[in-house]
């Protein structure tokens, strides 16, 4: 029976997932997941999945082509139009929410987009011990005493010694016949990686701009986070000039000053130098604007500091333009100008609604850096 239920589950676990795959692109676009993400739990609604379920009729009630009525009445049950009828006590139709995992969703997304693995660099890594228990040990708390090991060691004995009586099975343990659950230490290597995130908070991002670099922050996250078990995201806005700030304050604070997008980009750099030496992070600096900056000889600096610093330490930077009325888109063509195809660590993608973010997120993912 069991088995039965582990297997039927398997089984709708599966056509969850078809069916998420099969509509990712209007989970990205609307961004449902975000606002219903827990910890480790992402709730996702299905109203196209019914859960199977036995329904009972009425015995008054007539087979086809039975009971009142005559030739040419409609077929049915006569159900009041919306907005009309009373209140009821019977339950509706509802969507069902179904709980998927982080690492089940990075999944899905991965095939989906056919995301290549990353192939992490840097010498050093962070070690991660993990318990794991993996023996039997003659002593340890009584919190891990091996029930089943203590009882088979007492009627070894007894049967040994010859007091065991099969008339009178009475097993009763002593010190040395007491049996623990042990454990060894797992080391394990493991790399760890930063994301950071810049985004323009000036006047013409407006909140649909910001919605959109949400959405797609949320999976890029996601995508990440499986393929590094130590990582960290830290987030800078800026306008004439830039600040760290945590996440919320990020998707939520409005300017109306200038840009100056090497405010942005020095802070960044200091960051990684204080905090993230490239032998032992993964770095991955995510930059979202509508193109403005306030001069060329900013956008100047920009390319120095990209050039001199950011490109040489970081495994890809990554530049998504927000289309906004307001925006000319300058800076997307100043870069893609500059680089060209000569770096292969620099990525460019513009994002013109919501419909663009999947393709957005393959074109910063899809090299597997």
């Given at each position: 029976?069991?088995?039965?239920?582990?297997?039927?589950?398997s089984?709708?676990?599966?056509?969850?997932?078809?069916?998420?795959?099969?509509?990712?692109?209007?989970?990205?676009?609307?961004?449902?997941?975000?606002?219903?993400?827990?910890k480790?739990?992402?709730?996702?609604?299905?109203?196209?999945?019914?859960?199977?379920?036995?329904?009972?009729?009425?015995?008054?009630?007539?087979?086809?082509?039975?009971?009142?009525g005559?030739?040419?009445?409609p077929?049915?049950?006569?159900?009041?139009?919306?907005?009309?009828?009373?209140?009821?006590?019977?339950?509706?139709?509802?969507?069902?929410?179904?709980d998927?995992?982080?690492?089940?969703?990075?999944?899905?997304?991965?095939?989906?987009?056919e995301?290549?693995?990353i192939?992490?660099?840097?010498?050093?890594?962070?070690k991660?011990?993990?318990?794991?228990?993996?023996?039997?040990?003659?002593q340890?708390?009584?919190?891990?005493?091996?029930?089943?090991?203590?009882?088979?060691?007492?009627?070894?004995?007894?049967?040994?010694?010859g007091?065991?009586n099969?008339?009178?099975?009475?097993?009763?343990?002593?010190?040395?016949?007491?049996?623990?659950?042990?454990?060894?230490?797992?080391?394990?290597?493991?790399?760890?990686?930063?994301?950071?995130y810049?985004?323009?908070?000036?006047?013409?991002?407006?909140d649909e701009?910001?919605?959109?670099?949400?959405?797609?922050?949320?999976?890029?996250?996601?995508?990440?986070?499986?393929q590094?078990?130590?990582?960290?995201?830290?987030?800078?806005?800026?306008?004439?000039?830039?600040?760290e700030?945590?996440e919320?304050?990020?998707?939520?604070?409005?300017?109306?000053?200038?840009?100056?997008?090497?405010?942005?980009?020095?802070?960044?750099?200091?960051?990684?130098?204080?905090d993230?030496?490239?032998?032992?992070?993964?770095i991955?600096?995510?930059?979202?604007?509508?193109?403005?900056?306030?001069?060329?000889?900013?956008?100047?600096?920009?390319?120095?500091?990209?050039?001199?610093?950011l490109?040489k330490?970081?495994?890809?930077?990554?530049y998504?333009?927000?289309?906004s009325?307001?925006?000319?888109?300058?800076?997307?063509?100043d870069?893609?100008?500059?680089?060209?195809?000569?770096?292969?660590?620099?990525?460019?993608?513009?994002?013109?609604?919501?419909?663009?973010?999947?393709?957005?997120?393959?074109?910063?993912?899809?090299k597997?850096?």
């Amino acid at each position: 029976m069991i088995d039965n239920i582990k297997r039927d589950h398997s089984r709708f676990r599966s056509i969850v997932k078809g069916r998420i795959k099969q509509d990712l692109k209007k989970y990205v676009t609307h961004g449902e997941m975000i606002g219903r993400k827990g910890k480790d739990l992402v709730s996702i609604p299905l109203p196209q999945i019914e859960i199977p379920r036995f329904r009972f009729g009425d015995r008054e009630q007539g087979g086809v082509g039975q009971g009142e009525g005559k030739a040419g009445d409609p077929v049915g049950q006569g159900d009041p139009q919306p907005g009309e009828g009373q209140v009821g006590d019977q339950p509706g139709n509802h969507s069902l929410e179904v709980d998927l995992t982080l690492q089940e969703l990075a999944e899905i997304l991965g095939e989906q987009l056919e995301l290549p693995k990353i192939e992490p660099r840097g010498h050093n890594t962070l070690k991660s011990k993990t318990d794991k228990y993996t023996g039997i040990a003659s002593q340890g708390p009584s919190s891990l005493r091996h029930f089943k090991r203590t009882f088979r060691e007492t009627l070894r004995r007894q049967i040994a010694s010859g007091i065991y009586n099969p008339d009178n099975p009475v097993i009763i343990p002593i010190r040395k016949d007491m049996r623990y659950r042990s454990w060894k230490s797992d080391v394990r290597h493991e790399n760890n990686a930063v994301i950071i995130y810049m985004m323009d908070v000036s006047g013409s991002m407006g909140d649909e701009q910001k919605e959109i670099v949400r959405t797609e922050a949320f999976w890029i996250d996601t995508w990440l986070r499986s393929q590094y078990q130590g990582i960290e995201t830290r987030y800078i806005i800026h306008d004439a000039t830039a600040r760290e700030v945590d996440e919320d304050t990020f998707f939520k604070t409005r300017e109306s000053g200038g840009t100056l997008i090497s405010s942005a980009y020095k802070l960044c750099e200091k960051m990684i130098e204080t905090d993230y030496p490239p032998t032992d992070w993964n770095i991955y600096p995510f930059h979202f604007s509508d193109g403005d900056n306030w001069s060329g000889e900013d956008t100047r600096v920009c390319l120095e500091i990209l050039e001199k610093n950011l490109l040489k330490t970081c495994n890809v930077f990554c530049y998504g333009q927000v289309e906004s009325r307001y925006g000319s888109g300058q800076f997307y063509k100043d870069l893609r100008e500059h680089f060209g195809n000569q770096h292969d660590s620099v990525i460019l993608s513009k994002i013109e609604n919501k419909e663009g973010i999947l393709q957005s997120i393959k074109d910063f993912l899809g090299k597997g850096k």
